[in-house]
C-alpha cells in the first residue's frame, strides 16, 4: 500500500503562484509514475503533470509553460510549482502514484490517491 498526503492549496489571485506538496509513506519502492490531477465542479477529473521513472515530465497542454512538476525519490515527494495562475485552474488537485511490481513478464499495477487540495484562483 502507499499513502499520499498533499499540502499547499489555497486561495490567490489570477496571476499568483502556488506551490502543492504530496508526501508518499508505505511501499514506496513500488512507485513508478507520479502525477498531479485536477476536478474542476462539473468538470471530469484531468491530467495535469506526470513524472515517470525516467524524471522526464510531461504536462497537459493547458498548464505548459506555467507548471512545473518536480519528484524527489529520496524524500518520496512530488510537488507542483504553479505561476501566471488564472481562474480556470480552480480545482481540487489530487495527488496520483501508479506503483509497479513483479516480473518483467507478469507486471502488476496499482494505483493510488491523495484526498486531494482545494486550488482557488479569483479573477
Known amino acids: 500500500q502507499v499513502q499520499l498526503v498533499e499540502s499547499g492549496g489555497g486561495l490567490v489571485q489570477a496571476g499568483g503562484s502556488l506551490r502543492l506538496s504530496c508526501e508518499a509513506s508505505?511501499?514506496?519502492?513500488?512507485?513508478?509514475?507520479m502525477a498531479w490531477y485536477r476536478q474542476a465542479p462539473g468538470k471530469q477529473r484531468e491530467l495535469v503533470a506526470t513524472v515517470p521513472s525516467s524524471f522526464i515530465p510531461n504536462y497537459a497542454g493547458s498548464v505548459k509553460g506555467r507548471f512545473t512538476i518536480f519528484r524527489d525519490t529520496i524524500k518520496n515527494t512530488v510537488s507542483l510549482q504553479m505561476n501566471s495562475l488564472k481562474p480556470e485552474d480552480t480545482a481540487v488537485y489530487f495527488c496520483n502514484a501508479l506503483s509497479k511490481w513483479g516480473p518483467v513478464e507478469r507486471t502488476y499495477e496499482q494505483e493510488y490517491w491523495g484526498q486531494g487540495t482545494q486550488v482557488t484562483v479569483s479573477s
Open positions: 508505505g511501499r514506496t519502492r513500488s512507485i513508478d509514475t
